[in-house]
């Protein structure tokens, strides 16, 4: 069992007491230097339980200000990303894909400084939560690069497409002047026969994209998805096809105007050479023979007339008696 320094420092002073009575003075002045040491002791052992108390308080507060900073530390993260989100959102492509990796840089220094070169299965809870935003990062990076790219080919198609109506356009005008000038220089029958040769050319192309156009429908159903590059050369075949059905109907269309048209002119024709023709000869005996059965007959027709007229007023005359 061990003694207490206080009960021993007692026990020395009590005997060093005892020893001086008896005449020991140099014993009895060893005595009070062992109590004097171990007074000292019991002083730095009340000290020494002081400052123990002390810092198990220290430790509870120094616990409750760390517990303190992580909820401020998350608070300033949640800040920092609405942050980010709010430049992000209006920032250009290239401006989105230079944020995101100076954020997948901040995170790997992050995850580094944490976890070193230590292998995936011993990271802790908070390193996998780092690892796993780097990955989202440069998923958002590699989704912004394709879109890019694909805006980049859109633009490059869209462009192409534009030529191809631009082309289409003048080639259109071009085969009109020509119709209008054969029809100037060689007559109607040269610029009809002109237009049946594009319309039978419209129409070959129309079978031939249609064609294309269900080749295109084909491939696309085969899988039983459609991506967004299939379902844009079905547009674009559909495009075309269009095309060229429109142009079969423009030269059907004018193939028919010009026919009503060239029927209308010799009716026309037909009508002013008679005219031109009855004045030339003079009226025919067949149209004296009409031109007399008709002046009689409305001549019997006023006669008619008048003796209805007569026989109405004699009825309305009062009879006189003789």
């Given at each position: 069992m061990d003694i207490l320094p206080e009960?021993?420092?007692?026990?020395?002073?009590?005997?060093?007491?005892?020893?001086?009575?008896?005449?020991?003075?140099?014993?009895?002045?060893?005595?009070?230097?062992?109590?004097?040491k171990?007074?000292?002791?019991?002083?730095?052992?009340?000290?020494?339980?002081?400052?123990?108390?002390?810092?198990?308080?220290?430790?509870?507060?120094?616990?409750?200000?760390?517990?303190?900073t992580e909820e401020q530390r998350k608070a300033r993260e949640r800040l920092e990303q609405a942050r980010f989100e709010k430049e992000y959102g209006s920032a250009e492509a290239d401006q989105q894909v230079q944020m995101l990796e100076e954020k997948k840089a901040d995170r790997e220094k992050k995850l580094f400084a944490s976890a070193g070169n230590k292998p995936e299965s011993e990271y802790s809870k908070k390193e996998l939560e780092i690892a796993k935003q780097i990955v989202d990062l440069e998923r958002q990076r590699a989704e912004i690069r394709k879109k890019s790219s694909d805006a980049f080919k859109d633009e490059a198609t869209n462009f192409?497409?534009?030529?191809?109506?631009?082309?289409?356009?003048?080639?259109?005008?071009?085969?009109?002047?020509?119709?209008?000038?054969?029809?100037?220089?060689?007559?109607?029958e040269a610029a009809k026969k002109r237009m049946e040769e594009e319309l039978q050319k419209a129409r070959d192309s129309a079978e031939t994209l249609k064609?294309?156009?269900?080749?295109?429908?084909?491939?696309?159903?085969?899988?039983?998805?459609?991506?967004?590059?299939?379902?844009?050369?079905?547009?674009?075949?559909?495009?075309k096809l269009d095309d060229a059905m429109s142009d079969e109907d423009k030269w059907a269309n004018k193939i028919a105007d010009y026919d009503a048209k060239d029927h209308s002119n010799a009716k026309a024709a037909v009508a002013f050479s008679s005219e031109m023709l009855s004045a030339m000869i003079g009226v025919s005996p067949t149209d004296k023979a009409i031109e007399k059965n008709t002046r009689q007959s409305v001549d019997y027709q006023r006669d008619t007339y008048r003796a209805v007229e007569d026989i109405k007023k004699l009825q309305n005359q009062p009879v006189k008696v003789k």
């Open positions: 009960a021993a420092l007692s026990e020395l002073e009590k005997q060093a007491n005892e020893e001086r009575k008896r005449g020991n003075t140099e014993y009895a002045k060893q005595l009070d230097e062992i109590a004097e171990i007074k000292a002791l019991i002083k730095l052992n009340g000290e020494l339980s002081a400052v123990r108390r002390l810092g198990a308080k220290g430790t509870a507060a120094e616990k409750e200000k760390s517990k303190e192409e497409q534009s030529q191809e109506q631009r082309d289409r356009s003048n080639e259109q005008r071009q085969t009109d002047r020509e119709v209008e000038k054969l029809e100037r220089e060689k007559g109607g064609a294309k156009y269900d080749e295109a429908i084909r491939e696309a159903q085969k899988d039983g998805t459609l991506t967004d590059e299939e379902r844009k050369q079905i547009q674009r075949a559909r495009q």
